[in-house]
Structure formats: structure tokens, C-alpha cells
């Protein structure tokens, strides 16, 4: 059995960050077309999650900044969301994951040698 080990200097991102799962932010229109849509689901016999709309959202653990949102169709989703960011959160660098998800963070990085 081959593991990976990390070398010195490999820095996973969530070292860096943690995604949670937050209520969004809908306006007017698109809250009572979920609205809708959870009834109908519910008459069908669904749990009639979609009514409520999720966002997971990607914060700096130093000052909980946020570097990036995601509003999902309904809980569901956005529950599968937050756990495949979490797994590359645990899996891949800083650099890689904020490519592989189009994030942003703009904090400057000091140079120890400047």
C-alpha cells in the first residue's frame, strides 16, 4: 500500500479555509419560485427541500473572509457541494484549490526573506 506522504512545504488548504453550509440569499422572485417548486415536491411526495435554497461558502480561518460562494438548487445539493469542497479543501494545496474553483483570495503573502 503506497500513501503519499507531504513533503515539507506542502500546505493542504484547509490550513487555510472551511466551507459551511449557509441559508441563501435569494431575492423576492427566485424565494417564491423555490417556494413552488418545494409545494410541488412535496405533493409528489418529496421532502420538499428545494423550497429552502443553500449556499456553501469558502472562509479564510485568519479572519473569515469570505473567497467564495456557491448557491446551490436546494439543500440536497448544496450538501454534496459542501462535502466535495471539504474533500479537496482536505486534499489539495492552497494555489490548486482556489484554481480548481475559480476563488480569489487577495490576502498578500510575506516573504520571510524580504
Request: hydrophobic share 40%; glycine share 10%.
Amino acid at each position: 500500500m503506497s500513501a503519499e506522504v507531504p513533503q515539507v512545504g506542502d500546505h493542504h488548504a484547509a490550513e487555510n479555509y472551511d466551507v459551511e453550509l449557509e441559508e441563501a440569499t435569494d431575492g423576492p422572485w427566485r424565494k417564491a419560485g423555490r417556494w413552488v417548486i418545494g409545494i410541488f415536491d412535496a405533493a409528489l411526495g418529496g421532502d420538499g427541500s428545494e423550497a429552502a435554497g443553500a449556499t456553501a461558502v469558502v472562509r479564510r480561518l485568519s479572519d473569515d473572509k469570505e473567497i467564495l460562494r456557491i448557491t446551490a438548487g436546494g439543500v440536497d445539493e448544496a450538501e454534496s457541494l459542501v462535502a466535495l469542497i471539504r474533500n479537496d479543501l482536505e486534499n489539495l494545496s492552497q494555489e490548486e484549490f482556489l484554481r480548481e474553483w475559480g476563488a480569489r483570495d487577495d490576502t498578500e503573502v510575506m516573504d520571510p526573506e524580504a
